[in-house]
């Protein structure tokens, strides 16, 4: 069952914060963050186990709550860069199943 | 170090045509999903192939199939194509289907139906 997003689009001034929130009916594994430019591939950002291992590379931190089957991505001090659609993707049979995405758009 | 290639960039059909596109992973990786995402919306898992075979299948019909050659590149085909087919068909790598890692996704493969 695909995750749900919130918000769907968020524009903010660079150097200001936002919270990407994922949620699922269902019990969570791992979390996976993605972020794609437009007309680009996804890139990884982070992945969250279940009992609390992080895996990233950016400077983005983010939160998973496995009672409330959710998960927030944490951006902080925004740049232009950040600027793209943010995807959650949990796990569920060996597969991804990606959220509907949030737009982050960042003006400077 | 190559990272994950797609061919070919676009490509325009007519319904009821059929077509395949191509993926090459990632170096040292072994296993390739293929993934639809329509305009606007987040990737959905097609299948993925490990070892040659199909290992897991999202929610598609019989119309995609697919292939993996022993160098691990592989093919999505589709069949029958139907408007409702037109997206961006991303193909994604990591070593032996590991979800606790990253995946690396291609640039995609732009497919227009008319």
């Known amino acids: 069952q695909q995750p749900v997003q919130s918000p769907q689009a968020v524009i903010l001034r660079e150097g200001e914060d936002a919270v990407i929130n994922c949620s699922s009916s269902?019990?969570?594994?791992?979390v996976h963050w993605y972020r794609q430019k437009h007309g680009e591939a996804p890139v990884f950002l982070m992945i969250l186990l279940k009992g609390g291992e992080q895996k990233g590379h950016e400077k983005i931190s983010a939160s998973f709550n496995e009672k409330k089957q959710q998960s927030s991505l944490y951006l902080t001090a925004s740049q232009l860069s950040y600027s793209g659609t943010y995807f959650c993707g949990t796990e569920g049979c060996q597969k991804l199943v990606f959220g509907q995405g949030t737009r982050l758009t960042i003006n400077p | 170090d190559a990272g994950v290639t797609q061919s070919p960039t676009h490509l325009i059909k007519t319904r009821g045509q059929q077509v395949t596109l191509r993926c090459s992973p990632k170096s040292g990786h072994d296993t390739v999903s293929w993934y639809q995402q329509a305009l606007g919306q987040g990737p959905q898992f097609i299948f993925q192939y490990y070892e040659e075979e199909e290992r897991q299948r999202g929610n598609f019909p019989d119309r995609f199939s697919g292939h993996q050659f022993p160098n691990y590149s592989s093919e999505l085909n589709v069949n029958a194509l139907l408007l409702g087919d037109s997206a961006l068909y991303l193909c994604a790598s990591n070593w032996k289907g590991d979800l606790y890692n990253e995946q690396f996704f291609g640039p995609g493969t732009r497919l227009t139906v008319l």
């Open positions: 269902k019990a969570l594994y791992s």
